[in-house]
Structures are given as structure tokens and as C-alpha cells.
Nanobody
Framework: QVQLVESGGGLVQPGGSLRLSCAAS????????MGWYRQAPGKERELVAT???????RYADPVKGRFTISRDNPKNTVYLQMDSLKPEDTANYYC???????????????WGKGTLVTVSS
């Protein structure tokens, strides 16, 4: 069993910053890509950023230059530093990871339950 638990969401004013964390735990052999997705009310879930096990990041255009994804492999944790936040960044933010559980041969896709980020004055 593998779990992803996000933390760090909250209410912030436009132009402010937040740092999200997501820790993977359980019976883990290895983790491939990790990432963040978000879903605003009435909209579909969309990619925010991903990072490979080697540390190569990829960003969606709306967050380029404002968000930074990083990971700590020994801690099985991925972070999302969000700066210059805008009201349109308001959404539930979900952690995602491609995990090879112990005793398995294939990568399985796991999701966290989400953390709410609200950008408002």
C-alpha cells in the first residue's frame, strides 16, 4: 500500500507565496516521475509541473517563471514553491507519483487527496 499526503495549502493574497509538500509512504521500491496537478471549480484537472527521478522539471505554461518543483529522493517527497500567486491559481492541488511498489514489476500511478490553495484579497 502506497499513500501520498499533501500539505501546505491555504489562503494567500495575490502576489504572495506558498510551498506545497507531498510525501510518499508505504511499501515503495522506487519512484519515477512525481508531479502536481490542479483542479479549479467547474474545470478539468490540469498539469502544473512534473519532475523526473533525476530532477528534470517540466512546467505548464501558466506557471512558468512563477512556480518551482523540486524533490528529495531519500525522503520520497516532492515540493512545489509557488510565487507571484494569482487569483486564477486558486484550485485543489493534487500530488501524483509513478511508483513501483515492493514486490511489483510495473509502475503504478498514485494520487494524493489534494490540498486547497485559495488566492484572494
Amino acid at each position: 500500500q502506497v499513500q501520498l499526503v499533501e500539505s501546505g495549502g491555504g489562503l494567500v493574497q495575490p502576489g504572495g507565496s506558498l510551498r506545497l509538500s507531498c510525501a510518499a509512504s508505504g511499501s515503495i521500491f522506487s519512484i519515477n516521475d512525481m508531479g502536481w496537478y490542479r483542479q479549479a471549480p467547474g474545470k478539468e484537472r490540469e498539469l502544473v509541473a512534473t519532475i523526473t527521478s533525476g530532477g528534470s522539471p517540466r512546467y505548464a505554461d501558466p506557471v512558468k517563471g512563477r512556480f518551482t518543483i523540486s524533490r528529495d529522493n531519500p525522503k520520497n517527497t516532492v515540493y512545489l514553491q509557488m510565487d507571484s500567486l494569482k487569483p486564477e491559481d486558486t484550485a485543489n492541488y493534487y500530488c501524483n507519483a509513478g511508483v513501483v511498489p515492493r514486490g511489483h514489476l510495473y509502475v503504478m500511478n498514485y494520487w494524493g487527496k489534494g490540498t486547497l490553495v485559495t488566492v484572494s484579497s
